[in-house]
């Protein structure tokens, strides 16, 4: 691969960064919520491991189906196509809605299903009450994603980072209140954390579409009429299922994997959330690389310019993959002194200081599959990387782990073992399709047509 311009790699970070930090500062607002949780017990730690696992696997596919934005706004922005953006970001707030309401509907008989799941009985009651509150942040989190998208692809980043700061710290002071009962208000543990992350989800939703009115006033006011049209919705709807789908088999899989964690045991359970806690913060510089890739992409490809596409794509890998060696090394050098900041319970601490290495290993392969990923969203190709995140994890992945997890005395780390091998075949199969995809021309993907052609249509 012909390393990327000087040029490219200082325009790729530019945008990246503020990425990066949004990403982060999502994600810390989890790693918040298990540090506080995981001062109360381990029973309390494992159960809303088990509850957020069980809420994000459902609203994950909403998530990544939401990211259509990514290669309709920014295509669009690309070919200075206002309209475009306008009924790009409009079609998003109806998604959003239908998907909100639909996602609340199927999370609702969470505590039937972990029973039939065999999950710890004695975490199921607590798990189910995370839940069920945490209802309450759907339609706010679907619809902070379509503010968030929309306004990366104008590349309008600073005010989604003031807003994911002031949510970090409403989080974490929330937290405080509800879990350990402070200031009146009584100590309910993990459900206090659910109660936090609720409050703090309304609370990005309402400051970013208040900050970032004047970016998308345009793009929002006036409503424009064929917004509403079935024909066009559906063809968004078309292009955006897959990557949700996408997302589902990656975070499904892991989610299987923290099931199988709960059968193994409760304190296998608690060093699980951990170690895949970590693996998940440190994820989201390549995701949010892979984000910024998907833009400057995008761009090109509204533009018609091949050249800029693959330059693009070459930057976001040296970056994304740079900085997953570099945490990769950290998680093989001082995995105990990582795990003591998360629990004091010396059975846990024990297995999460094991696990983590692992996590370690395929730190490299997530970098690769996560800006392959975000390239070819750029590019409007959906359907391709469902494929390969179903034959990698679950026909490749899953099987490894459940092998080395119960048929072998690995047990848990049998299981993260199984990961490596997903993600390997993953990120070969994306970065093969990335290859195969830059080598020709690019253009504007078909939503974007058939939105322009319907506008036309008397």
Same mark, same amino acid.
């Given at each position: 691969?012909?390393?990327?311009?000087?040029? %490219?790699?200082?325009?790729?970070?530019?945008?990246?960064?503020?990425?990066?930090?949004?990403?982060?500062?999502?994600?810390?607002?989890?790693?918040?919520?298990?540090?506080?949780?995981?001062?109360?017990?381990?029973?309390?730690?494992?159960?809303?491991? !088990?509850?957020?696992?069980?809420?994000?696997?459902?609203?994950?596919?909403?998530?990544?189906?939401?990211?259509?934005?990514?290669?309709?706004?920014?295509?669009?922005?690309?070919?200075?196509?206002?309209?475009?953006? $306008?009924?790009?970001?409009?079609?998003?707030?109806?998604?959003?809605?239908?998907?909100?309401?639909?996602?609340?509907?199927?999370?609702?008989?969470?505590?039937?299903?972990? +029973?039939?799941?065999?999950?710890?009985?004695?975490?199921?009651?607590?798990?189910?009450?995370?839940?069920?509150?945490?209802?309450?942040?759907?339609?706010?989190?679907?619809?902070?994603?379509?503010?968030?998208?929309?306004?990366?692809?104008?590349?309008?980043? +600073? @005010?989604?980072? @003031?807003?994911?700061?002031?949510?970090?710290?409403?989080?974490?002071?929330?937290?405080?209140?509800?879990?350990?009962?402070?200031?009146?208000?009584?100590?309910?543990?993990?459900?206090?954390?659910?109660?936090?992350?609720?409050?703090?989800?309304?609370?990005?939703?309402?400051?970013?579409?208040?900050?970032?009115?004047?970016?998308?006033?345009?793009?929002?006011?006036?409503?424009?009429? %064929?917004?509403?049209?079935?024909?066009?919705?559906?063809?968004?709807?078309?292009?955006?299922?897959?990557?949700?789908?996408?997302?589902?088999?990656?975070?499904?899989?892991?989610?299987?994997?923290?099931?199988?964690?709960?059968?193994?045991?409760?304190? %296998?359970?608690?060093?699980?959330?951990?170690?895949?806690?970590?693996?998940?913060?440190?994820?989201?510089?390549?995701?949010?690389?892979?984000?910024?890739?998907?833009?400057? @992409?995008?761009?090109?490809?509204?533009?018609?310019?091949?050249?800029?596409?693959?330059?693009?794509?070459?930057? $976001?890998?040296?970056?994304?993959?740079?900085?997953?060696?570099?945490?990769? @090394?950290?998680?093989?050098?001082?995995?105990?002194?990582?795990?003591?900041?998360?629990?004091?319970?010396?059975?846990?601490?024990?297995?999460?200081?094991?696990?983590?290495?692992?996590?370690?290993?395929?730190?490299?392969?997530?970098?690769?599959?996560?800006?392959?990923?975000?390239? !070819?969203?750029?590019?409007?190709?959906?359907?391709?990387?469902?494929?390969?995140?179903?034959?990698?994890?679950?026909?490749?992945?899953?099987?490894?782990?459940?092998?080395?997890?119960?048929?072998?005395?690995?047990?848990?780390?049998?299981?993260?073992?199984?990961?490596?091998?997903?993600?390997?075949?993953?990120?070969?199969?994306?970065?093969?399709?990335?290859?195969?995809?830059?080598?020709?021309?690019?253009?504007?993907?078909?939503? %974007?047509?058939?939105?322009?052609?319907?506008?036309?249509?008397?």
């Amino acid at each position: 691969m012909r390393l990327p311009s000087r040029t %490219e790699l200082l325009a790729m970070s530019h945008l990246a960064m503020p990425v990066v930090v949004a990403q982060v500062g999502l994600m810390a607002m989890g790693v918040v919520d298990t540090l506080m949780v995981g001062r109360v017990s381990a029973v309390a730690l494992a159960s809303v491991a !088990l509850g957020n696992l069980y809420f994000m696997t459902l609203i994950v596919p909403a998530q990544g189906t939401l990211m259509v934005l990514d290669p309709v706004v920014a295509q669009a922005v690309g070919a200075r196509d206002d309209e475009g953006i $306008a009924r790009g970001v409009q079609r998003g707030f109806l998604l959003a809605a239908v998907l909100g309401v639909a996602c609340s509907l199927l999370i609702l008989p969470v505590h039937p299903i972990l +029973k039939l799941l065999h999950q710890p009985p004695e975490l199921v009651p607590i798990a189910t009450s995370y839940v069920l509150i945490s209802i309450l942040g759907v339609l706010p989190f679907l619809g902070f994603v379509v503010l968030r998208q929309s306004l990366m692809a104008l590349t309008r980043m +600073k @005010v989604i980072i @003031v807003v994911i700061l002031l949510a970090n710290l409403s989080n974490a002071f929330l937290n405080w209140v509800f879990v350990y009962g402070h200031l009146g208000s009584p100590a309910m543990g993990a459900p206090g954390s659910a109660w936090a992350t609720v409050v703090s989800r309304w609370l990005m939703f309402l400051l970013l579409f208040a900050l970032g009115a004047r970016s998308l006033y345009h793009a929002i006011v006036p409503w424009r009429a %064929e917004s509403l049209h079935v024909a066009p919705l559906l063809s968004m709807l078309r292009l955006g299922l897959p990557i949700g789908l996408q997302q589902v088999l990656e975070f499904g899989v892991f989610g299987a994997i923290g099931v199988l964690m709960g059968i193994l045991g409760t304190t %296998e359970m608690a060093a699980h959330q951990i170690a895949i806690n970590l693996a998940s913060l440190t994820f989201m510089v390549p995701l949010g690389v892979g984000a910024a890739a998907a833009v400057r @992409v995008g761009h090109a490809a509204g533009a018609a310019d091949a050249e800029a596409a693959r330059e693009s794509s070459r930057a $976001a890998l040296v970056v994304g993959v740079g900085f997953m060696c570099v945490t990769a @090394v950290a998680f093989l050098a001082v995995p105990r002194a990582i795990a003591a900041q998360y629990t004091n319970d010396v059975p846990v601490l024990g297995l999460a200081a094991a696990l983590i290495p692992i996590a370690g290993v395929f730190q490299v392969f997530d970098g690769i599959q996560a800006v392959c990923a975000g390239v !070819l969203r750029g590019l409007g190709d959906t359907r391709m990387p469902f494929l390969i995140n179903l034959a990698g994890f679950w026909l490749a992945g899953l099987p490894v782990s459940i092998a080395l997890g119960f048929y072998t005395p690995l047990r848990a780390a049998g299981l993260w073992w199984g990961f490596v091998a997903g993600l390997g075949v993953v990120a070969a199969l994306l970065l093969y399709r990335v290859r195969l995809r830059l080598r020709g021309p690019v253009a504007r993907t078909t939503i %974007e047509a058939d939105l322009m052609h319907f506008a036309t249509d008397p």
